[in-house]
């Protein structure tokens, strides 16, 4: 079993930066992909990225690609988050699975969450 807790949310300014964490206990990250989701109000949970543990390898959604960076160390991952848009407001949440080759971004196959931390960008 791996529990995970976010911390870093707040609330900023548009084209500010907020670094939200994602720390795992019961278990290690070693052999696990760790994604970052987010939901908006009224709006389905969607994919922002993901990190791959064992090679640092990443994967990022269109939306967030070249504004937001995916890091890992010390069993924590971080979401690195620049150039904020009030379009990014939304809970975040960290997921994890275990590691395989394909980047998975649906919420389905993800059977570990966080409890997740809101973010707030305003305009």
């Known amino acids: 079993q791996v529990q995970l807790v976010e911390s870093g949310g707040g609330l900023v300014q548009a084209g500010g930066s907020l670094r939200l964490s994602c720390a795992a206990s019961?278990?290690?990250?070693?052999?696990?992909?760790v994604a970052w989701f987010r939901q908006a109000p009224g709006k389905e949970r969607e994919f922002v990225g993901a990190?791959?543990?064992?090679?640092?390898s990443t994967h990022y959604a269109d939306s967030v690609k070249g504004r937001f960076t995916i890091s890992r160390d010390k069993n924590t991952v971080s979401l690195q988050m620049n150039s904020l848009k009030p379009e990014d407001t939304a809970v975040y949440s960290c997921?994890?699975?275990?590691?395989?080759?394909?980047?998975?971004?649906?919420?389905?196959?993800?059977?570990?969450w966080g409890q997740g931390t809101q973010v707030t960008v305003s305009s």
């Open positions: 997921a994890a699975k275990l590691s395989v080759s394909t980047w998975y971004t649906g919420t389905n196959v993800y059977p570990y």
């Open positions: 019961g278990r290690t990250f070693s052999s696990y992909t």
């Open positions: 990190i791959r543990w064992s090679d640092a």
